[in-house]
T-cell receptor, first 113, second 111 residues
Framework: GEDVEQSLFLSVREGDSSVINCTYTDSSSTYLYWYKQEPGAGLQLLTYIFSNMDMKQDQRLTVLLNKKDKHLSLRIADTQTGDSAIYFCAVRRVRGGGNKLTFGTGTQLKVEL | SQTIHQWPATLVQPVGSPLSLECTVEGTSNPNLYWYRQAAGRGLQLLFYSVGIGQISSEVPQNLSASRPQDRQFILSSKKLLLSDSGFYLC??????????FGPGTRLTVT
């Protein structure tokens, strides 16, 4: 089945850029997502990218996709303390129907003053 | 606009007791519905999904079951809870195209 991997922790200083990385195994994945989870809350969809795109920018967020290396990244510009959360990468499963997603283990972003 | 509700928000239940968690979606029709469990280790595990009323697919064998009695209602149940059922349960819906949206979650502690 599909595997999605992320590093567990990332610490940055306020005002710096954060880059959260994700790798996946199924090269035929068509949609790739980034979600944010604040403590005790559900997951908030931040952005997604289609596999025929290399980059997508949405305000402070930039998603880069390298299909050859099966690598997805989320860059947060001018990181703020409110960006502290767990960030999940997810890919839509190609097989099995139901538009199911496979999630990574999440990266905890800590923003320090 | 669409909204998704889950209740209860928190639940403490003894081992061997039954469970019923409810999820409802407003503002859309015929959504795909999903139940996930998030254990303390953070990862999300898909438990069940449904593409229509009465249509339930199970992802992993377990002590839980799901039902979809109405188009926008998804219920997660158990007849007898185990300690290992503790976790954060998340319901999600999708319109069948690109995006999957999550509810606020239910924190279940089995004692």
């Amino acid at each position: 089945g599909e595997d999605v991997e992320q590093s567990l922790f990332l610490s940055v200083r306020e005002g710096d850029s954060s880059v959260i990385n994700c790798t996946y195994t199924d090269s035929s994945s068509t949609y790739l997502y980034w979600y944010k989870q604040e403590p005790g809350a559900g997951l908030q969809l931040l952005t997604y990218i289609f596999s025929n795109m290399d980059m997508k920018q949405d305000q402070r967020l930039t998603v880069l996709l390298n299909k050859k290396d099966k690598h997805l990244s989320l860059r947060i510009a001018d990181t703020q303390t409110g960006d502290s959360a767990i960030y999940f990468c997810a890919v839509r499963r190609v097989r099995g129907g139901g538009n199911k997603l496979t999630f990574g283990t999440g990266t905890q972003l800590k923003v320090e003053l | 606009s669409q909204t998704i509700h889950q209740w209860p928000a928190t639940l403490v239940q003894p081992v061997g007791s039954p469970l019923s968690l409810e999820c409802t979606v407003e503002g859309t029709s015929n959504p795909n519905l999903y139940w996930y469990r998030q254990a303390a280790g953070r990862g999300l595990q898909l438990l069940f999904y449904s593409v229509g009323i009465g249509q339930i697919s199970s992802e992993v064998p377990q002590n839980l079951s799901a039902s979809r009695p109405q188009d926008r209602q998804f219920i997660l149940s158990s007849k007898k809870l185990l300690l290992s059922d503790s976790g954060f349960y998340l319901c999600a819906w999708a319109d069948g195209y690109y995006e999957q949206y999550f509810g606020p979650g239910t924190r279940l502690t089995v004692t």
